[in-house]
């Protein structure tokens, strides 16, 4: 018999995409998914609207920063307990205040991961981000250095923390790098607009700092695939061979070691744009001048981008190439993506001595694959062409 899970914060971007994932491929014979946004009104692609109608898909609306609906949520008709719960749940827009992200970040995983440990769940995956780590350019292995440099960042790190202090709690920690993909709002996504705002302009791009600040990326499809993996067990056609019986954490980077300059590239190559950085000397002023300047940015941005998108009829979008002033610091996300075996193998024409290159955790103890290894120009152009297929972004654009 497949499992029965319960997934928190399931409509959002990554939340989507994962119960597709369990849908298209059979992996549970029921999954409840509990948001504060209605399916309905979250954007969804016709893909996602299908999975959320499948019979094996139920859907609460809750509100888990409340301690009634959190136990509600967890409570099952037939009285038995969820194998595995997922925690997607926090508030993923940048810019808000402390008080929220204590709110809706903090105290919910708290309340949601206690729920866990109080009903002996198997398996407790909580969703947090690889912002967690210094900004450095070397790449942050999952013991590296935690200092948190975005609010989001921080009140994640503060949940991870306490969850680790749970008693009974069989708690895996993911930390994915930047996510992309279909769905994304806060990612990749809005400096693909901006390729867009540019090729509308006739101007030149050009971004603060240098082509080398790393902003490591990860599919959101092997994000979905790497949640279940950590959870479920080989027969279930997840990589997890032994209970979990102290906190574990994975990062998860695909193997590109994106940074500014390899997503130029690609913006370049999709909207026929020129595209460039402004160097450290303009950028230093810029970071001593950063409300000013992050207002200048966003303000020369979201006329073109609204312009764009009434001229194509595109009267209801989530998508803007906003940024938040804690983007446009210089604060490297660079995350250990080693390569896999099979790549090492592929890659050398020469024998190979596998004890010389590391793998990633969730690589090498739960033999977890990364099935888009590389962020491609084919890949950011799927991401563009879908929402233009959803409406949410005017035709045209592209090269």
Known sequence: MAPVILALGGVGFIGRNFIAYLIDNNLVDHVRVADKALPATAYLSDKHKKVFDDKRV???????????????????????????VFNLAAETKYGQSDEVYDERTFQLSVAVAKEAAKRKVKVFVEVSTAQVYESDKKPSAEEGKLKPWTAIAKSKLKAEEEL?????????????????????????????IMGAVYRQLNEKME?????DLKMN????????????????????????????????????????????????????????????????MISQFAKLNLESVTEDVNDKHLQPWSELCKAAGVTNTPLTPYLDKELLKDNALSVDGSKTIVEIVEQSSQPVNLMFYPLQQIEKELGFTYTIPQMTEQELRKVVEEFVASNMWPKGTTK
């Open 58 to 84: 139920e859907f609460k609306q809750s509100n888990l920063t409340n301690a009634a609906a959190v136990e509600k949520i967890f409570s099952r008709d037939d009285g038995k307990e969820f194998d595995y």
């Open 207 to 211: 971004l603060l700092w240098t082509k």
């Open 164 to 192: 680790k202090k749970i008693p009974g709690l069989n708690l895996v920690i993911v930390r994915p790098a930047i996510v992309y993909g279909w769905g994304d709002v806060y990612g990749i996504t809005p400096r693909l």
């Open 217 to 280: 990326t990860v599919h959101v499809d092997d994000v979905a695939r790497a949640l279940w993996h950590v959870a479920a067990t080989k027969e279930e056609k997840g990589g997890r061979t032994r209970p979990v019986t102290a906190a574990e954490i994975y990062n998860l980077a695909d193997k590109t070691d994106t940074d500014q300059g390899k997503v130029n590239q690609h913006i370049q190559a999709i909207f026929g744009i020129d595209t460039g950085f402004q160097g450290t």
